[in-house]
């Protein structure tokens, strides 16, 4: 089964850092971009960042660029976002997807493979 899992979503003060993961099985993980995105409460989904299969190219979003940083270790099947000084506003739930479809760069209209999300809450 093709999937992708995400954890280490936790509630954290603004100022504060998060390191999500993303694990994949059934499928050649180290072919294939790896995506974030988020969806805040009551928003549209946003995407966050993305992460060429290897290695070679990454992209953020304006709003988080400087203080996320997105990598992979392909060795571990296996993406993560490191998140640094949080803000309210990253307050989302935060998906990991793959398989991207028309797709300009690193950013796409549509991914086919979806993560059940992850709940990041910053608050003071």
């Known amino acids: 089964e093709v999937q992708v899992v995400e954890s280490g979503g936790d509630l954290v003060q603004p100022g504060g850092s998060l390191r999500l993961s993303c694990v994949s099985s059934?499928?050649?993980?180290?072919?294939?971009?790896i995506y974030w995105i988020r969806q805040a409460p009551g928003k549209g989904r946003e995407w966050v960042s993305g992460?060429?299969?290897?290695?070679?190219?990454?992209d953020y979003a304006e709003s988080v660029k400087g203080r996320f940083t997105i990598s992979r270790d392909n060795a571990k099947n296996t993406a993560y976002l490191q998140m640094n000084n949080l803000k309210t506003e990253d307050t989302a739930v935060y998906y990991c997807?793959?398989?991207?479809?028309?797709?300009?760069?690193?950013?796409?209209?549509?991914?086919?493979?979806w993560g059940q999300g992850t709940q990041v809450s910053v608050s003071s």
């Open positions: 997807a793959t398989w991207g479809n028309n797709c300009s760069g690193l950013k796409c209209k549509a991914y086919d493979v």
């Open positions: 992460i060429g299969f290897d290695d070679a190219m990454t």
């Open positions: 059934g499928f050649e993980f180290s072919s294939y971009d």
